[in-house]
């Protein structure tokens, strides 16, 4: 069931003072996991192991987040996954884009900062899309929700606080929310809305 974080609260991690009222949902709470190594290099070089049939099932989740790519770009482990294959998948946030390697670099740094605060080393609660599942070049596009925040989705987040926007071309669930918050972050001047270089939509 969904529940609602009020206007005003307070993100634990960020510090970040919510603007409007943030859906959350009841997923079992995890101790925080700090510790783990960051897998940047492997997946900046391409070496993250390929996928097999049968080994990552599409239903909701625990997976842990094994490193940081850039600000939109993650990887993830899944433990219900074969455990004797030790696949790690590249993923992004499901109908989110943020400044990355290739793109809008302006603003990549601090958004890939904050990605590594809100991510890096944590165990999160995976969604999928009834849409699509994986990019075109293999990355899961997934929901994801974080314990450690009374799990809020943190694909709402992103496009609430302005640290990314909604592509455009591809479809997804809750694409119409999305336009909702970007509408308001770019009136607002929030995050890169805010910033020298805004991107061009």
């Given at each position: 069931m969904l529940n609602a974080?009020?206007?005003?609260?307070?993100?634990?991690?960020?510090?970040?003072?919510?603007?409007?009222?943030?859906?959350?949902?009841?997923?079992?709470?995890v101790p925080r996991h700090r510790n783990a190594a960051f897998l940047c290099l492997l997946a900046l070089t391409g070496g993250l192991a390929a996928d097999t049939a049968g080994a990552l099932e599409y239903h909701p989740q625990w997976a842990e987040v094994t490193g940081i790519v850039d600000g939109d770009t993650f990887v993830l482990r899944f433990p219900e996954a074969d455990e004797g294959r030790q696949i790690e998948y590249r993923a992004n946030l499901m109908g989110v884009d943020a400044p990355g390697r290739g793109e809008s670099e302006c603003e990549a740094e601090h958004v890939a900062a904050i990605t590594q605060r809100l991510l890096a080393g944590r165990r999160v609660w995976i969604e999928w899309d009834s849409h699509d599942k994986r990019t075109g070049d293999g990355r899961l596009?997934?929901?994801?929700?974080?314990?450690?925040?009374?799990?809020?989705?943190?694909?709402e987040l992103y496009i609430e606080q302005g640290w990314g926007w909604v592509p455009r071309p591809y479809p997804a669930d809750r694409k119409a929310d999305y336009l909702a918050l970007e509408r308001e972050a770019r009136a607002a001047e929030r995050g890169i809305w805010g910033g020298p270089c805004p991107p061009p939509l």
């Amino acid at each position: 069931m969904l529940n609602a974080r009020r206007r005003g609260a307070t993100h634990p991690i960020e510090g970040i003072q919510y603007t409007r009222e943030v859906r959350t949902r009841g997923v079992p709470t995890v101790p925080r996991h700090r510790n783990a190594a960051f897998l940047c290099l492997l997946a900046l070089t391409g070496g993250l192991a390929a996928d097999t049939a049968g080994a990552l099932e599409y239903h909701p989740q625990w997976a842990e987040v094994t490193g940081i790519v850039d600000g939109d770009t993650f990887v993830l482990r899944f433990p219900e996954a074969d455990e004797g294959r030790q696949i790690e998948y590249r993923a992004n946030l499901m109908g989110v884009d943020a400044p990355g390697r290739g793109e809008s670099e302006c603003e990549a740094e601090h958004v890939a900062a904050i990605t590594q605060r809100l991510l890096a080393g944590r165990r999160v609660w995976i969604e999928w899309d009834s849409h699509d599942k994986r990019t075109g070049d293999g990355r899961l596009l997934v929901y994801v929700y974080h314990p450690d925040d009374r799990d809020a989705e943190l694909n709402e987040l992103y496009i609430e606080q302005g640290w990314g926007w909604v592509p455009r071309p591809y479809p997804a669930d809750r694409k119409a929310d999305y336009l909702a918050l970007e509408r308001e972050a770019r009136a607002a001047e929030r995050g890169i809305w805010g910033g020298p270089c805004p991107p061009p939509l």
